[in-house]
């Protein structure tokens, strides 16, 4: 068996992860979106759009309901 994952006939034994990857803040990702918008967007309409898509996508928890609201605030004011 030594030989075989050696010629690479057998996956590697799996390792556990060192540190688990920190997912963006609901206000990260907001401002990361508003910075790609082109200046001369609709940002409501745009921001309606994102709050559909989120919708769509039934995602659950803190940070998509923090995620929308930012969204739906834009495309309301």
Do not use: C, H
């Not at 994952?5 to 996956?11: H, S």
């Amino acid at each position: 068996m030594g030989q075989a994952r050696q010629y690479g006939l057998t996956p590697a034994p799996s390792r556990p992860a060192l540190f688990k990857p920190r997912q963006p803040e609901p206000e990260e990702v907001f401002l990361a979106w508003l910075m790609w918008l082109p200046a001369e967007a609709d940002r409501q309409q745009a921001a309606a759009r994102e709050v559909s898509r989120i919708d769509a996508s039934e995602a659950k928890g803190e940070g998509p309901a923090r995620l929308r609201a930012l969204f739906a605030d834009l495309a309301t004011n």
